[in-house]
């Protein structure tokens, strides 16, 4: 991690309840082995409706397949009230997504 990175303040903490679905998205890697190969999972979760909303599937945890997730996002759903709740590794925290987001 570099001077780059940053993190923001937690606002989602442990409550994921809300009054209306996709306001509280959820997002993480995941670690697959199948056949002896390794693949990343990353994807997003609605936290009201347990629904996977985007995912994306890769062989290398390069940034770019965290960032194509993202853009999978319906463009409707998004606005200043959505929050996106993720475990603030590299990926999350990097200048790339951020920018995305913003």
Same mark, same amino acid.
Not at 23 to 46: E, H, P, R, W
Not at 61 to 82: A, G, H, P, S, Y
């Given at each position: 991690?570099?001077? %780059?990175?940053?993190? &923001? %303040? ?7 309840? +809300?009054?209306?679905?996709?306001? /509280? ?7 697959? !082995? ?13 936290? /009201?409706?347990?629904?996977? !909303?985007?995912?994306?599937? =890769?062989? =290398?945890?390069?940034? %770019?397949?965290?960032? %194509?997730? /993202? ?22 925290? +990097?200048?790339? &997504? +951020?920018?995305?987001?913003?």
């Amino acid at each position: 991690m570099t001077n %780059e990175h940053k993190t &923001f %303040e937690n606002l989602v903490d442990t409550n994921f309840d +809300s009054p209306y679905a996709y306001n /509280v998205l959820c997002t993480d890697i995941t670690y697959l !082995i199948c056949d002896g190969m390794k693949a990343y999972l990353s994807s997003i979760k609605d936290a /009201v409706t347990g629904k996977i !909303i985007a995912y994306e599937l =890769s062989t =290398s945890l390069r940034i %770019e397949f965290v960032l %194509e997730t /993202v853009k999978q996002l319906n463009k409707n759903m998004l606005n200043d009230e959505i929050m996106i709740n993720s475990d603030q590794g590299s990926h999350y925290t +990097s200048p790339q &997504f +951020s920018k995305l987001l913003d």
